[in-house]
């Protein structure tokens, strides 16, 4: 399984973007079944679980993000997205996405650079 994600970029503090991560190669019925993750990684810190998506469509954010992302999926396309709004600096760094809760993750993608300057 290949992870791909897109949609990062420079925002100004207010603003809002889409990440999207596609899980390319997964088997349909193992990607409806998992738990799906983004994680953030910020300069110099340790990389972050920030939303969790589970097979029945629930989700759990951190609470710095509640309220700001939300965290979809789309079974159909085997993809995440994660809608940020209201993005602060504090949200700098880079984004990733994998499965999540079941020790079987799937190599790491190369991640969307979100940036948004103070």
């Known amino acids: 399984v290949q992870l791909v994600e897109s949609g990062g970029g420079l925002v100004q503090a207010g603003g809002s973007l889409r990440l999207s991560c596609r899980a390319s190669?997964?088997?349909?019925?193992?990607?409806?079944?998992?738990?799906m993750g983004w994680y953030r990684q910020a300069p110099g810190e340790q990389r972050e679980l920030v939303a969790q998506i589970f097979a029945d469509k629930s989700t759990k954010y951190i609470d710095s993000v509640k309220g700001r992302f939300i965290i979809i999926r789309d079974n159909s396309k085997r993809t995440v997205y994660l809608q940020m709004d209201n993005l602060q600096p504090e949200d700098t760094g880079v984004y990733y996405c994998n499965r999540e809760g079941d020790g079987q993750e799937w190599a790491w993608g190369q991640g969307a650079q979100v940036t948004v300057p103070s």
């Open positions: 190669g997964a088997i349909l019925s193992v990607f409806n079944s998992v738990a």
